[in-house]
Every structure is written in C-alpha cells, then in structure tokens.
C-alpha cells in the first residue's frame, strides 16, 4: 500500500553535471541532464538540459542545448532551443541559433545569429523539425 521506491542519487542531490576548473576534456560529451562547465572542453557538447559557462570555463566545439548561459568563452556552433544568456565577461566567436539571446553590456560576441523562436526541435543536422518536413 505504501510501497514507495528510494530515490536514486542523483534526484536526492539534484541532476546537475560539474567538470571543475582546471580540468581540460577533449572529446564529445552528451547528457540528459544540466551541466556546469567550470574547465575547458575541446569536442561537441549535447545535452537536453541547460549548460552554464563559467567565468574560468571554455569550449571549441559545437553544442546543442535547450537553454545555456555562457559568462566564459566559446568558440564553435551553438544551437540552443529556449534562450541563450551571454554574461557581461562572456566571449563567444562563431555561429548561434537560438530562440531568444539576451547579451548583457561588456559581452564579446562576433558570430552570425539565427533567431528561430518557433523551433521546439533542433537536430545535430542543423536543421529543425519545420525545415526538415517542408
């Protein structure tokens, strides 16, 4: 009647990734859940959470996300469904699509821009659901 199943680890401590400053990772790197890049990644970045750039964080490669906030730098192609937050000491060099970007004052930011505000679905193709039917 009251069987109740434990929670596993990660929901007691929530379903955040870290990789810590000074760490450097070159590779892909895909997960299901929000992550916090402190370090440095060198490869593609997937994820159907959110990502946050830290000030100490970078990353040459692309990346898709549904929401990301960068305050470090990133160099590469960022396709983010929701809304991508540049930070005042963020530099970002590249190309974006996204829903909605919001870039603070200070903010570096050298890179062509798609705003696709309709798109609930970006394929690693690079091309949305929408485009892919038509």
Same mark, same amino acid.
């Given at each position: 009647?009251?069987?109740?199943?434990?929670?596993?680890?990660?929901?007691?401590? +929530? #379903?955040?990734?870290?990789?810590?400053? @000074?760490? %450097?990772?070159?590779?892909? &790197?895909?997960?299901?859940? /929000?992550?916090?890049?402190?370090?440095?990644?060198?490869?593609?970045?997937?994820?159907? +959470? #959110?990502?946050?750039?830290?000030?100490? @964080?970078? %990353?040459?490669?692309?990346? &898709?996300?549904?929401?990301? /906030?960068?305050?470090?730098?990133?160099?590469?192609?960022?396709?983010?469904?929701?809304?991508?937050?540049?930070?005042?000491?963020?530099?970002?060099?590249?190309?974006?699509?996204?829903?909605?970007?919001?870039?603070?004052?200070?903010?570096?930011?050298?890179?062509?821009?798609?705003?696709?505000?309709?798109?609930?679905?970006?394929?690693?193709?690079?091309?949305?659901?929408?485009?892919?039917?038509?």
């Amino acid at each position: 009647m009251f069987d109740k199943k434990p929670k596993s680890y990660t929901d007691l401590l +929530g #379903k955040t990734n870290r990789i810590v400053e @000074g760490t %450097i990772i070159t590779g892909d &790197i895909s997960s299901p859940s /929000d992550f916090r890049l402190d370090g440095h990644l060198i490869g593609n970045f997937q994820t159907k +959470g #959110k990502i946050v750039i830290g000030p100490a @964080g970078s %990353i040459k490669g692309d990346i &898709i996300c549904k929401n990301c /906030d960068i305050e470090g730098k990133f160099e590469g192609k960022i396709q983010v469904v929701e809304v991508l937050n540049l930070k005042a000491k963020a530099i970002v060099h590249g190309d974006v699509v996204c829903g909605k970007l919001s870039v603070e004052p200070g903010a570096e930011f050298t890179a062509t821009c798609t705003m696709k505000p309709n798109v609930k679905n970006l394929l690693p193709s690079g091309q949305s659901a929408e485009e892919k039917t038509a």
